[in-house]
């Protein structure tokens, strides 16, 4: 069973079944988006995945790749995806996917 | 399950004074080489060095395929691994790679495993200029040209975002064709699953729970058959983890001569991965001098509970959710391979139950005496490394069933 599967959440799954799609075809910005967005979204469901101190909110934030793309982050929580180019490698846009993938598996959701 | 000893050349400076003395380079060099002569004795199957660069105490090994060229004339069977090569081109040009790897390789009858990265710490990345968030193209595009450079006669050239060269036949070519086994440095979790889709080998250079282990083989095969486009010509399918090694006749002694060196890999580690070690003062800071003066309670906290990592301080007894976090914490406490050989190998048939290919100990770390290190090497070669090779033909066996189907060449050691 692929580890996408595992996604519990219809929407989320959906989306990461396409970034997976768009890994395949080689539009590998559409995967970073789509891995970004995903991350965000369970931040946003998971508000407690950013509480406790500052260095512990702050990792939830740093874990996440910036290798090209980052986290645009207004009041502590992070709100958007901004990319810094436009051109992703294969294995950047990899790893963004198993980020996101592994972190959603992870928090059940 | 196969075993290797790994080199960061660890040299922690003395508590008391700023500087080494004079010789302590050439003598960690030395004793490194006779461990690593002893391990070949033993029936150890790899030698991995790593390629660090200004990274005061926690590694003196900037030049590794010099080291490893001189321990393929004291060795006989030992593969020599680069673990691995800094492959973004600002560190080494590509063709340099390939001429460096495949020289190895002819020295050494054929014995190189080809490990590849890009490093993560501030001092190296600022040192040669290497833009953070580029590195893992770089190393990308540096990568899959040096294997053409192996391989093609004459290498059509190439222009690419990050270097470029006309075309050159680049010479010598590595004894073992295509060329030897592909491997890539994988800190986190996503990496090895890069190196599966890009039929690489995942050296795991953190430190894994048997569990862990066991998801990601499952994972790397499922996406070795289903997913794999080869960066190379051949594919070497492997994983290979990091575990501590300290054996002694009893736990105790064992704890005792390897707790210290175990946590100062830690430590030291977590120094230069973080904003302090961006802040680092060349020839100046004493990281020896503060990991001592830290509680011990705290060392495992990188730099005594200022929350590095978000060890959150370092009496912290759950362990960290994040994965980075915690294979520093890990990596600090007693475990893995910090034991009697009964406790040893009652650790590592978990991993081998799990279908790991290789465990990596990390046996020279810290202020370790050599004499121990040498202890050490030897109990495990004389009293648990041979039931393991044993039942290596298990294993094989096992991966030929999760290799069946997949049509591209194999070079693999494992």
């Known amino acids: 069973m692929a580890k996408v599967d595992r996604i519990q959440d219809e929407r989320l799954r959906s989306s990461m079944e396409a970034a997976h799609s768009s890994l395949r075809a080689g539009d590998h910005r559409d995967v970073v988006q789509r891995a970004g967005e995903a991350y965000i979204e369970l931040l946003r469901r998971k508000p407690e995945l950013l509480q406790g101190d500052g260095f512990q909110r702050q990792m939830r934030i740093f874990m996440f790749p910036r290798l090209g793309a980052h986290l645009e982050v207004e009041g502590g929580i992070p709100v958007r995806v901004v990319f810094d180019r436009d051109h992703f490698g294969f294995t950047e846009a990899v790893t963004y996917y198993e980020f996101a993938v592994d972190n959603l598996v992870r928090e059940g959701l | ?414």
């Open chain 2, 1 to 414: 399950m196969k075993f290797g000893l790994f080199y960061e050349h660890q040299l922690p400076r003395p508590y008391d004074r700023d500087d080494w003395d004079p010789g302590a380079e050439h003598t960690i060099l030395k004793h490194a080489l006779d461990q690593v002569e002893l391990a070949d004795r033993l029936g150890f199957d790899y030698v991995f060095e790593v390629e660090h660069h200004f990274l005061e105490e926690y590694s003196h090994s900037s030049a590794p395929e010099v080291f490893l060229a001189a321990a393929s004339q004291r060795t006989k069977q030992i593969r020599l691994g680069h673990g691995i090569a800094l492959m973004p081109p600002r560190y080494n040009h590509p063709a340099r790679v390939a001429e460096r790897i495949a020289t190895l390789d002819l020295v050494s009858d054929g014995r190189v495993e080809f490990g590849t990265g890009e490093s993560a710490s501030e001092m190296e990345l600022g040192g040669f200029g290497v833009p953070r968030e580029e590195k893992k193209l770089m190393w990308e595009e540096a990568t899959r040209e040096c294997v053409k450079m192996m391989t093609q006669s004459p290498y059509p050239g190439y222009e690419g975002a990050y270097f470029g060269m006309p075309p050159r036949n680049v010479i010598p070519k590595p004894l073992q064709k295509p060329h030897p086994p592909l491997w890539v440095a994988s800190s986190r979790r996503e990496t090895t699953m890069v190196a599966a889709r890009l039929g690489m080998g995942s050296l795991g250079f953190a430190f894994e729970t048997p569990e862990e282990a066991q998801e990601r083989v499952a994972q790397y095969f499922d996406l070795v058959r289903e997913e794999c486009t080869p960066i190379g010509v051949a594919i070497n399918p492997a994983l290979a983890v990091l575990s501590s090694l300290s054996c002694f006749d009893t736990d105790e002694e064992a704890v005792e001569k390897g707790k210290e060196g175990t946590q100062f890999f830690s430590y030291s580690l977590g120094y230069y991965y973080s904003p302090l070690g961006a802040a680092h003062e060349p020839s100046k800071t004493n990281i020896y001098r503060r990991f001592i003066d830290t509680p011990e309670e705290q060392r495992m906290g990188i730099l005594g509970g200022r929350g590095f990592g978000g060890f959150g301080g370092g009496d912290e007894e759950v362990e960290p959710e994040d994965e980075v976090k915690r294979a520093l914490w890990r990596a600090a406490k007693r475990g893995g391979c910090i034991g009697s050989p009964d406790f040893v190998r009652d650790t590592l048939r978990k991993y081998e139950d799990a279908h790991l290919d290789v465990m990596i100990f990390v046996a020279q770390a810290g202020a370790r005496k050599h004499e121990d290190v040498m202890d050490s090497i030897y109990r495990f070669g004389t009293k648990v490394l041979p039931e393991f090779q044993e039942r290596h033909a298990m294993h094989e066996r096992w991966r030929a069933e999760q290799l069946a189907g997949v049509e591209f060449p194999v070079n693999s050691s494992i």
